[in-house]
């Protein structure tokens, strides 16, 4: 019964993890800023850290499993 959840969980946080990580390669390949108003660099690189640990937690729901 509990592992419906903890596979819901887990694809959230794979897919905004793994669309985050799309879209900041995309906008940094085409040289477009990831945030309005922000330094470039530091947009990447607290995109890039949310999304990995969006991928981190959501490997972490399937390990319930």
Not at 52 to 59: D, K, R, W
Request: positive net charge; charged residues 5%; contains cysteine.
């Amino acid at each position: 019964m509990e592992n419906g959840p903890a596979i819901f969980a887990g694809m959230v946080f794979c897919l905004f993890g793994g669309g985050l990580l799309a879209w900041i390669a995309t906008s940094v390949r085409r040289h477009r800023p990831v945030a309005q108003g922000v330094s470039p660099v530091a947009s990447v690189t607290v995109a890039s850290l949310v999304s990995l640990i969006s991928l981190v937690a959501g490997v972490w729901c399937f390990t319930w499993l």
